[in-house]
């Protein structure tokens, strides 16, 4: 055991704090400036402390934003739902379509499997710019463009590789002989995919499926071509706030706040998952 | 009944060859041991007759039936691993239970079955605990207990005491004969170590390069080892491998050693002039007083005790080790000069360049050491 000393910890201490500081203090800028209205916000010297109000949230909800020039009315609740609903149902078809291919490409090495991994993962080396030109043309021919289905299908280009890439990993990792044991114990190879390996691999697939969902959820570029207003995410819909008569800087944040809570959530609640030890004494190691 | 034919299996990765044109017949009820260095081929073997390797060429009739393209689950075997492949997000009941499971049993007989095999192998205290919460000696017989719950007709057994500490080994090789013969199993057992090989196995089959190159009673293997390979790695201590070139003597040969002859009657005299290598296990040696015929004058260099023996280094004029052997308790030599004599008809000879023995040894080498 090393010893530390009273002044390597009050070292170790003041650099702890200054990392959060840096990290933390935009997250709370943002939170606190959620709170206040424009005027607050833009006045020089910026203050701490001021009277907090609730219009940034009142306006977003009710989908009124007052501005000097008028009412206007934005869409951002329904951009929240447009973001889960994206984000859910892409991660959910790329964890069915990627965690059995992941299974297939970790387990059974066919004639060209690298290769079909590498192309699946090449997606991810473009820049989303260079397919959405072609992208949108097909899209217009086949009816695909502004529709739900059409957003879903393109944002698997950001969620299938992740997946299939982060959870071959885990599947890799599980010895091939605790398959082998339940195969010859007298269960199927889909049994076995179903209690041995998706078991093992749970936590390799909760942190691949959060990832992809932070993906998807934080995604612009593929949204702001190939959807119009009802369809679009939040991460689009928040460009609404850059108004004729200026930048609403406190419905931003408060749009901030409220865009950043689901994904912090089922990050806080993944956690557990994400730090599970994976191979649980399974072999002698 | 339940045999176990391999016909001309062959398996390769890329392109090496790992089994090479390999047939083996294991009968019903017989323990067959594999015994050979890592590498050989063992391994791969067990598993290609579990089912979950194919080999490239070749058949694997179990009970009398092809089963080569028979998928894992419904070849009917048990199979303990070497690093025991528990379930680890399973208790060890759910462990043993899971070839009870994949036959649709009851509850009651899942919960009888686990529960007597489980008392059998001394775990039944530890039945709630998940693998990672069971000593060594406790995954090891958490996996024969799922390897023996189904009563497989053929049982494979890869290296199960590879990863215990020696005492549990001791203990697990006196139970395993009863505990199989109780099984009326037909067992493939792998293992490197030769005293688990003699202890457990009717037969050994020695592997080495994917080939079988002796296969035999644990007795055959001791008393006439195909080779120096298989002469060397059976015994303890090791077999004495000395250079000799045989010369005639009436209708046998003689060797010398030490410039002393040494007759060995039951060889035929056409080996003389040859190349070739003895083979003397040191308990076949023995400290003689000097005057007495056919006595080799060596020097004492260390004495050890190993087990119930005791083994003496020994150095022979032309500073040639060799070791000798006598039971515990025996008078030995003082140190400095003795004298040893070797019982020719025990001794076998082997061709330098192949290694291969090139007659029969004696009739008269007993199994001494051989149940060690």
Known sequence: ?285 | MTTLQLQNIVKRYKSQVVLDNLSLDVADGETLVLFGPSGAGKTVLLRLVAGVIEPDEGRVIIGGEDMTDVDAEHRGIGMAFQNFALFPHMSAFDNIASPLTATRSSKEAIVAGVGKVAKLLKIDHVLSHHPKALSNGQKQRTALARALVGSPPVLLLDDPLRNVDAKLRFEMRLELPRLLAAQGATVVYVTQDYKEAMALGDRIAVMAKGRIRQIGTPEDIYNAPADIEIARLFGDPTINLLDVTPKAAGAGIDVELSGVKVALPHLPASLAGRSLVIGIRPETLHFVEAGTPGAIPVEVEAETPLNEKTVTLVRVSGGREVLVSRPAGTPGPVAGTAHIAVDGATTFLFDKETGQRVAAAGQSAKTQGAAA
């Open chain 1, 1 to 285: 055991m090393e010893t530390t000393s009273a002044l390597e910890k009050v070292l170790r201490g003041v650099a702890l704090t200054l990392v959060v500081l840096f990290f933390m203090f935009p997250i709370v800028w943002i939170f606190l400036m959620s709170f206040q209205t424009n005027e607050t916000i833009l006045s020089i010297p910026p203050s701490v402390i001021f009277t907090p109000t609730l219009e940034n949230y009142q306006a977003l909800i009710t989908g009124k934003l007052q501005t000097a020039s008028g009412t206007l009315d934005i869409a951002f609740m329904k951009n929240l739902l447009n973001s889960v609903f994206l984000s859910v149902s892409s991660v959910a078809i790329a964890l069915v379509l990627g965690v059995p291919a992941a299974y297939a490409f970790a387990r059974h090495k066919f004639r060209g499997s690298e290769d079909i991994a590498f192309t699946l993962l090449s997606f991810r080396f473009a820049p989303p710019l260079l397919v959405l030109l072609p992208l949108t043309q097909y899209f217009q021919w086949m009816g695909l463009s502004n529709t739900y289905i059409g957003l879903i299908w393109v944002y698997q280009l950001i969620c299938l590789p992740l997946i299939l890439w982060i959870v071959r990993g885990y599947f890799e990792d599980i010895s091939a002989d605790v398959e082998y044991a339940y195969r010859i114990a007298g269960h199927s190879w889909f049994a076995t995919f179903r209690k041995i390996a998706l078991p093992l691999a749970g936590p390799g697939i909760a942190a691949a499926g959060l990832l992809a969902f932070i993906f998807a959820w934080n995604n612009f570029v593929f949204a702001l071509v190939l959807a119009s207003a009802d369809k679009q995410p939040v991460t689009v819909g928040a460009l609404a706030f850059v108004t004729a008569s200026g930048i609403q800087y406190g419905q931003i944040a408060a749009a901030i706040v409220l865009s950043i809570t689901p994904t912090l959530a089922l990050a806080l609640y993944a956690q557990r998952y994400l730090v599970e030890g994976l191979s649980l004494g399974a072999v002698k190691g």
